[in-house]
Nanobody, 125 residues
Framework: VQLQASGGGSVQAGGSLRLSCVASGRTTRNYAVGWFRQAPGKEREFVAAIARSSPMTVYADFVKGRFAISRDNAKNTAYLQMSNLKPEDTADYYC???????????????????WGQGTQVTVSS
């Protein structure tokens, strides 16, 4: 499977963006999908994930209530709806696929074997 992320851009603080992650080769139904981000000079960090075979979602504390992850298996696409964006959300955002069925593993980079390219999000104050 290959993943392609898109939807990044530049917005002002308080604005919204929706990122998309399209899977080719296999359906997203077979994978847990996670979103991670990496700001310049910082390590890649977990943002949100949706489980492989259920609608269960998990979020990093710093995005709870502002971001929402979802998936449309018919379109082989996962989404990250980002609202009330803050300058500290500025980063490259990556989607990733995992075959794990262990919920506690969804936050771990090491659980994800397939990564898409990043899409840049810039939030200005």
């Amino acid at each position: 499977v290959q993943l392609q992320a898109s939807g990044g851009g530049s917005v002002q603080a308080g604005g919204s963006l929706r990122l998309s992650c399209v899977a080719s080769g296999r359906t997203t139904r077979n994978y847990a999908v996670g979103w991670f981000r990496q700001a310049p000079g910082k390590e890649r960090e977990f943002v949100a994930a949706i489980a492989r075979s259920s609608p269960m979602t998990v979020y990093a504390d710093f995005v709870k209530g502002r971001f929402a992850i979802s998936r449309d298996n018919a379109k082989n696409t996962a989404y990250l709806q980002m609202s009330n964006l803050k300058p500290e959300d500025t980063a490259d955002y990556y989607c990733a696929g995992s075959s794990t069925i262990i919920a506690s593993s969804l936050r771990s980079l090491g659980s994800y074997a397939t990564w898409g390219q990043g899409t840049q999000v810039t939030v200005s104050s």
